[in-house]
């Protein structure tokens, strides 16, 4: 059994007798995504059935309860304070929701009741609230915990007293008819001063008090929220009215048996309570320790501290990447080592990055001479304070304008937009199109280019990511495997004799939203782009991180599936064990 | 209605009482033979006014009117020793074998293994009283008691014995209306439990009734056996309640335990409607009646053996078994062998948990089969939940009208059911798959997209299965990254 169960709430075990199975499973359903809520759902289940105390059968039945109500309604009527009430129509044995316990009747609302009926909202608009006065009471303030008044609107006392017939009085219980909220109830406080309600609520006022307070979880329970959902969007889509209300059926237990049931209630839910607190918690606290304890990994000065600070997490690695949201970040952090070299050991024997880096001069050099590319303006280089990090054997920091080709995109004349044609014409909402979730594979539009504009073309092996606008906020970047065309919104970097596998997986690394220079629109701009620090590794040693981190994330995948299933699979579980 | 069922009540509630009765089970075994004899005697006085010759098989001072219509009669100790020493010792010696004097072997079957629970007189006689107050002549009543009656039934079921589930009405319906059983076949349960199928079987056969010659031909078609005395006395009070003047044709006994090769021809059935006991074991030598390559103990692979054995040519059988029927193996796989080389199983119809809440919620399917050919494929039909529905309930059971979807659907036989179409619930697999698959009739639905399961052991698998799947992910990657990150070596 659980061990919150065990330690926190004797109440429990009551559960315990109820649900076995419920409770073998106690911790996966709590800890199930809405399990709690569930709960909450099956406490008040259990309660309107009377399954949640035992019966006495030395308690006055209610069929005497219901006795004394009729008597003090017929006083009330004598006395002129109540209109007589018609004759309630009678409740045919199939039209019992469930089977009650001995000692108990089912009765129509309306016979427990001296008034129902909804309030009215003044005319005037706006300007009948005032900023203090008597409270006004709207759907927004019924809550089933209780009135929540801290929005709550004021009329003037003059207003008030004309519309006597709505007031709300200490006890009353209040009732959402219409709108969103629809069937939520507030008990209202007995030491409660005055107040008037709108017309989207309905006052239900017992005939004794002492009804309220377990009529109130009949009223909350599955049991009257199902039919009121019934008769809101059920085929019919009939609406509730007060009528319909007023002759919703109600379990009543003997009186004593009802303050047990509450006593019993308010003590579970309290234990609810607490159990979510717990859980948000506990989310709160895992998602801190798995930032801290993965932040460290790249951080690590030294291949030691590297090594001591991957000990601590392997240690806990099963605690840690329980939960999908700790794959992501896990799976960031491979990125990051990935280009910070640590994740694949370097080999003395590769060619080293400087080599590289001439070579890849004189390719530029050739690209320029053949009017491919533009002349790039020499760059600051980067100076050993700017670098953010030890670089590892071999690597050489650039920046990016050094080894990338940067291409802003085309607007084309709306003419030249076609619905087929020889290229793709991308424009950033294509990026999200299916079967472009990695690669450039499909487009809304096309372009069949002339000579002139055909210089416009992305080339194969280019990356492509919003340049403008709230899309840099969304970090999209996307393959080309094609030539296409962009329109202006969009960026292009093209690796020159840089492994465009290995370029992706550094831009995954980079926030696009934190090189946004735009004022009052998000922009990104060449010279945000091409002065960023680029670590430049040797050539077979990109392909060798490449193969490691698709490796890692292919398992990263297949766990994180795995994980959402087993919470949802969670969530389907609590829901079988707390059907009753 | 009201007024019927707050009677049963109030006759519970007295019951209560009683210190003789224990549990439900004895309160229902003791209200059974106490309405058995009030129905009995009911029935009687109408044959009484149209057959100038009938004579009762009870002796006259034991017969209901006579010692307990009187609200005044007999009570305390006197009624107590009547009732122990007088009425149970005639009712249970009474003589008359099934051909001569049916109604006697009726009631003495009845009364065989009955008891009287009650050791108050007093108490005793007000529950008499009470039950006089229900009048059985008359129709309307008579009508509304067979839903009362079911209700009790269902008591009887909640009280609860292993292996035994009450059949809820909408699937014996459904069952009866696909194997269409006509006027003149002979229809059969080899294991009734309260008589759900036979009575099912019963309306739909007097549709065809339109005289008095057919109704004589109704009332010596149906036929079954049941193993325990409650509800077999439940099964033939529910006959007789149906319109079956003597239902002697239902059987005290356990249809297992007389071996196959006993049957003659002459004894084999037109159509058998059942709901065998599954999950249920037979005791040792059972086995010992049937073919040694499909011996086994276990009931419910003996009810298909013995069903398959008895039906005629083209006879038709409609029967309930569980998922674990289908896709077991070993002797299993032998008799699912045998079945679709001498029968046409052409359909399953794959019922969702729940349906047989709250007795037991094993997923359940429909085999329907005709024997004679041999199969050449099944057709599956996946029954869904209606809209809105994630279990069925106690209050809440499986409805008839759900099953129109499956009647439209389902053709004609004569033509080989050409009319059948698959979709997304229905779809058809040849015996070559079902060979090859080792004769695991568990063949999942090919057009259902991956549907959750209701089922909490089903889950806790699932949740287990992929809590070791990502154990074994993690296992990797942190051995792939321990490579990368640990210490240098």
Redesign the interface.
């Known amino acids: 059994m659980s061990a919150v169960l065990t330690a926190q709430e004797p109440s429990a075990k009551y559960l315990v007798q109820l649900q076995p199975p419920l409770v073998r499973h106690f911790d996966l359903i709590a800890q199930a995504p809405g399990g709690v809520a569930r709960l909450r759902e099956l406490i008040l289940t259990l309660a309107v059935q009377g399954k949640l105390v035992p019966q006495d059968p030395s308690d006055e039945p209610a069929s005497e309860l219901l006795k004394k109500i009729r008597a003090e309604k017929d006083r009330l009527i004598a006395e002129g304070k109540i209109k007589r009430d018609k004759a309630l129509a009678e409740i045919a044995d199939e039209a019992k929701p469930f089977e009650l316990p001995d000692g108990w009747q089912w009765v129509r609302l309306n016979a427990l009741l001296q008034k129902i009926g909804a309030g009215s909202t003044p005319l005037g608009g706006k300007e009948v609230y005032v900023s203090s006065g008597v409270k006004f009471l709207r759907s927004q303030n019924v809550w089933d915990d209780g009135l929540r008044l801290s929005s709550v609107a004021y009329i003037r006392p003059e207003t008030h007293a004309k519309m006597a017939g709505t007031a709300v009085l200490p006890n009353d219980l209040l009732f959402n008819i219409t709108g969103a909220s629809i069937g939520r109830c507030a008990l209202v406080p007995s030491d409660f001063d005055e107040a008037n309600v709108s017309q989207h609520v309905t006052i239900v006022r017992t005939v004794l008090p002492v009804l309220n307070a377990f009529l109130h979880k009949v009223l909350v329970s599955r049991h009257v929220q199902q039919t009121v959902m019934d008769v809101q969007v059920g085929v019919s889509r009939e609406g509730l009215s007060i009528a319909k209300l007023g002759n919703f059926l109600i379990p009543v237990p003997p009186l004593a048996e009802q303050s047990r049931i509450v006593t019993r209630v308010e003590e579970l839910m309290q234990l609810c309570d607490a159990l979510e607190a717990s859980g948000q918690l506990e989310a709160q606290q895992h998602a801190q320790l798995v930032n801290t304890l993965l932040g460290t990994l790249p951080q690590s000065e030294t291949p030691e501290a590297l090594a001591d600070n991957w000990q601590r997490i392997a240690t806990h690695f099963d605690l840690l990447l329980d939960r999908p949201e700790a794959v992501d970040a896990l799976e960031q952090t491979i990125l990051q080592l990935a280009v910070r070299g640590l994740l694949v050991p370097q080999d003395p024997t590769d060619e080293p990055a400087s080599v590289l880096l001439q070579k890849i001069r004189i390719e530029k050099d050739h690209l320029i001479a053949q009017g491919k590319i533009k002349r790039d303006k020499p760059l600051q280089p980067i100076t050993d304070e700017e670098k953010p990090f030890e670089l590892p054997l071999g690597w050489e920091l650039v920046n990016v304008g050094t080894v990338f080709q940067t291409t802003s995109g085309t607007t084309f004349d709306l003419g030249m937009e076609k619905d087929a044609g020889t290229y793709m014409y991308v424009k950033v909402g294509d990026m999200n199109l299916p079967g472009n979730e990695i690669e450039i594979t499909t487009s809304s539009r096309f372009i069949d280019p002339d000579e002139k504009t055909a210089k416009a073309l992305i080339p194969v092996g280019s990356i492509i990511f919003p340049k403008r606008g709230g899309a840099i906020a969304t970090n999209k970047k996307r393959l080309v495997t094609t030539p296409i065309f962009v329109d202006l919104n969009t960026m292009a970097i093209t690796p020159i004799m840089v492994l465009t596998a290995y370029a992706l997986l550094w831009i995954t690394t980079i926030d696009l939203a934190s090189l946004n220079t735009g004022t009052s629109v998000p922009q990104i701009n060449h010279k945000d782009i091409d002065p960023l620090p680029f670590p430049l590794p040797p050539l077979s040693e990109q392909s060798r991180i490449v193969t490691r981190v698709n490796e890692l994330r292919d398992l990263c995948a297949d766990l994180r599936q795995r994980l959402s299933a087993a919470q949802s699979t969670q969530g389907h579980l609590a829901d079988a064990l707390v059907v009753v | 209605?009201?007024n019927l069922?707050s009677v049963i009540k109030s006759i519970q509630d007295i019951m209560r009482q009683d210190s003789g009765v224990d549990g439900d089970a004895q309160r229902i075994s003791q209200l059974t033979w106490l309405l058995f004899l009030k129905v009995f005697d009911a029935l009687e006085e109408e044959l009484e006014l149209t057959r100038d010759d009938y004579k009762s098989p009870i002796p006259e001072a034991m017969r209901w009117r006579n010692w307990a219509a009187d609200p005044e009669g007999i009570t305390g100790d006197a009624l107590l020793d009547f009732v122990n020493n007088q009425l149970f010792a005639t009712l249970k010696s009474l003589s008359g074998d099934a051909q001569r004097n049916p109604r006697g072997y009726v009631v003495r079957g009845v009364f065989e293994d009955a008891y009287n629970y009650m050791k108050s007189g007093q108490l005793l006689r007000q529950v008499i009283n009470k039950l006089n107050a229900i009048d059985f002549n008359r129709q309307a009543e008579r009508h509304q008691f067979n839903d009362l009656y079911e209700k009790i039934l269902k008591d009887l079921q909640s009280a609860g014995n292993a292996g035994e589930f009450y059949t809820p009405r909408a699937v014996t319906q459904f069952m009866v209306d696909m194997v269409n059983p006509r006027l003149g076949e002979r229809v059969m349960d080899p294991a009734t439990g309260t008589g759900g199928f036979l009575v099912c079987a019963i309306e739909h056969l007097r549709k065809q009734v339109h005289n008095t010659e057919e109704e004589a031909i109704l009332q010596n078609s149906i036929g079954g056996v049941e193993k325990k005395q409650m509800p077999h006395m439940l099964c033939v009070t529910n006959l007789m309640l149906h319109g079956i003047e003597v239902p002697s044709l239902i059987a005290h006994g356990n249809t297992l335990a007389r071996p196959l090769r006993d049957y003659t021809p002459a004894e084999r059935v037109d159509v058998i409607l059942t709901n065998p006991p599954f999950g249920g074991i037979e005791e040792p030598g059972i086995e010992h009646g049937f073919p040694a390559d499909v011996r086994t103990k276990e009931t419910a692979d003996l009810f298909l053996v013995l069903i398959k054995h008895i039906l005629k040519t083209n006879g038709r059988a409609a029967l309930v078994l569980p998922d674990g029927t289908l896709f077991g193996e070993g002797v299993k796989t032998r008799i699912k062998e045998q079945l679709l080389a001498e029968c046409n199983l052409h359909t399953i119809v794959r019922l969702p948990n729940g349906v047989f809440a709250p007795y037991t919620g094993i997923k359940t399917n429909l085999l329907f089969f005709t024997k004679g050919k041999p199969t050449e494929h099944v057709w599956y039909y996946e029954h869904p939940y209606p809209a809105g529905v994630?279990?069925y309930?106690k209050?809440k059971p499986i409805r008839i009208e759900e099953f129109d979807a499956e009647k439209a659907w389902w053709g004609s036989e004569v033509d080989g059911f050409a009319a059948r179409v698959e979709n997304e619930r229905a779809w058809r697999v040849s015996i070559e798959q079902i060979k090859a698959a080792n004769y695991n009739l568990d063949q999942k639905n090919p057009h259902a997209a991956e549907v959750?399961?209701?089922?909490?052991e089903q889950?806790?698998v699932?949740?287990a299965r992929?809590?070791l799947?990502?154990?074994s992910?993690?296992d990797?990657?942190?051995s792939?990254?321990?490579q990368?990150?640990?210490?240098?070596a």
Do not use: C, F
């Open positions: 209605m009201s069922s994630k279990n309930n209050t959750v399961s209701h089922d909490p889950l806790l699932d949740y992929l809590q799947e990502a154990q992910l993690r990797q990657l942190k792939i990254l321990a990368s990150l640990g210490a240098p």
